[in-house]
T-cell receptor, first 117, second 111 residues
Framework: DTGVSQDPRHKITKRGQNVTFRCDPISEHNRLYWYRQTLGQGPEFLTYFQNEAQLEKSRLLSDRFSAERPKGSFSTLEIQRTEQGDSAMYLC???????????????FGSGTRLTVV | DAKTTQPPSMDCAEGRAANLPCNHS???????VYWYRQIHSQGPQYIIH???NNETNEMASLIITEDRKSSTLILPHATLRDTAVYYC????????????FGTGTRLTIIP
């Protein structure tokens, strides 16, 4: 297990299409986070899971965005009816809880870069 | 989470110590200071964090002022691979799971 994996690395889609991104966290991490990053800005929190439970989703940008983590392992982020403003880097991160988290923080993946044309 | 203020950019000569400042004057007693960095086309990478004592690990040192209103990240011998955007983040570790990133400091290491 070499870290957090995200797939695909790049996605180009036409406006109005649906897209889905996948994140595979570090296997022993029970927390998983999604962030979005636009050009020149820091990452922006979207949502997070503890195991399969989605504990905060109020920061998802609209009802076109949804995330799942059905078995508490990998997660998917779906954007329906994409718009040009959705073009961004979508980052996934995972972390353990408790003392291990306090020592090491999050581990981020390399992200999926979405371009909506 | 308390807001942080960082200079937008800094340069440092290769081999010298890079000192990156961060102001967090509204930090509360239970909030930690975290530093992450983001190398181009990669996700952010955890560097170090602290509450009130100075901290050191294999990557960097973190100096937090006594009043905790500011801190400095020190990369003791900067290399070209340290060129990145460095983010200073303040958050508590109890029930607050998100990291609030600002725009960070773009550090360029000059050969």
């Amino acid at each position: 297990d070499t870290g957090v994996s995200q797939d695909p690395r790049h996605k180009i889609t036409k406006r109005g299409q649906n897209v889905t991104f996948r994140c595979d966290p570090i296997s022993e991490h029970n927390r998983l986070y999604w962030y979005r990053q636009t050009l020149g800005q820091g990452p922006e929190f979207l949502t997070y899971f503890q195991n399969e439970a989605q504990l905060e989703k109020s920061r998802l940008l609209s009802d076109r965005f949804s995330a799942e983590r059905p078995k508490g392992s990998f997660s998917t982020l779906e954007i329906q009816r994409t718009e040009q403003g959705d073009s961004a880097m979508y980052l996934c991160a995972s972390s353990p809880t408790g003392v291990s988290y306090l020592n090491y923080g999050y581990t981020f993946g390399s992200g999926t870069r979405l371009t909506v044309v | 989470d308390a807001k942080t203020t960082q200079p937008p950019s800094m340069d440092c000569a290769e081999g010298r110590a890079a000192n990156l400042p961060c102001n967090h004057s509204t930090i509360s007693g239970n909030e930690y200071v975290y530093w992450y960095r983001q190398i181009h086309s990669q996700g952010p990478q955890y560097i170090i964090h602290g509450l009130k004592n100075n901290e050191t690990n294999e990557m960097a040192s973190l100096i937090i002022t006594e009043d905790r209103k500011s801190s400095t990240l020190i990369l003791p011998h900067a290399t070209l691979r340290d060129t990145a955007v460095y983010y200073c983040i303040v958050r508590d570790n109890f029930g607050n799971e998100k990291l609030t990133f600002g725009t960070g400091t773009r550090l360029t290491i000059i050969p």
